[in-house]
């Protein structure tokens, strides 16, 4: 009987454990706006930007739809002549999309101490462009800081559950950042 309560007792904590998604926390998705325009990444689609003036850019690849479950990081977006950031769209259904309908599931911002050091970005209500390490210390409180003090490129990231942005710099001065959800990389990548 001892050994019926005790088994009992297993099952019901492994049914705790998944029916709470294993104890994964889903997070906050930290506030991006890409000049004043909000986007939240495993939400927001690129036609959302494209109503506001973005458009999208693929380098030639000729890429207007996804395969059903995949993902590419081989889209660019612009506005006015300016090269934004990178995105990952994913496409989680089971039939082919148009770009424009994928999900954002990751911004990636380069360059940012040369050519992209004009954007009109925001972070969680800071543009965090032309900041030092100590800057980005102070203005994200929550920030984990590489502490390699002999590495020359540090990554210092800011996480909230399925969430991360991460802000990379080379010798103390901020050179890209990375803003991304989680998602389910075992689909074929595009």
């Known amino acids: 009987m001892n050994y019926i309560k005790k088994l009992t007792a297993v099952f019901a904590m492994l049914l705790v454990v998944l029916s709470t998604g294993?104890?994964?926390?889903?997070?906050?998705?930290?506030?991006?706006?890409?000049?004043?325009?909000?986007?939240?990444?495993?939400?927001?689609?690129?036609?959302?930007?494209?109503?506001?003036?973005?458009?999208l850019n693929d380098l030639g690849a000729m890429i207007f739809e996804l395969p059903d479950r995949s993902w590419t990081s081989s889209v660019f977006l612009e506005k006015d002549g300016k090269n934004y950031c990178s995105l990952t769209?994913?496409?989680?259904?089971?039939?082919?999309?148009?770009?424009?309908?994928?999900v954002i599931e990751e911004l990636g911002f380069f360059s940012l101490?040369?050519?992209?050091?004009?954007?009109?970005?925001?972070?969680?209500?800071?543009?965090?462009?032309?900041?030092?390490?100590?800057?980005?210390?102070?203005?994200?409180?929550?920030?984990?800081?590489?502490?390699?003090?002999?590495?020359?490129?540090?990554?210092?990231?800011?996480?909230?559950?399925?969430?991360?942005?991460?802000?990379?710099?080379?010798?103390?001065?901020?050179?890209d950042i990375d803003v991304r959800h989680t998602f389910d990389k075992s689909y074929e990548t595009k």
């Open 22 to 55: 294993c104890g994964a926390e889903k997070g906050t998705p930290p506030e991006v706006l890409l000049d004043g325009t909000s986007v939240v990444v495993g939400e927001s689609v690129p036609l959302d930007l494209t109503e506001e003036g973005f458009e």
């Open 89 to 102: 769209l994913v496409n989680e259904s089971k039939e082919s999309k148009n770009v424009f309908s994928c």
């Open 113 to 175: 101490d040369e050519g992209g050091a004009d954007l009109n970005i925001s972070i969680n209500g800071v543009n965090p462009i032309g900041m030092s390490e100590e800057e980005l210390q102070a203005a994200y409180p929550d920030l984990e800081m590489d502490d390699d003090e002999s590495a020359e490129w540090k990554f210092h990231n800011l996480d909230n559950g399925s969430y991360t942005v991460t802000f990379q710099c080379y010798n103390g001065v901020l050179t």
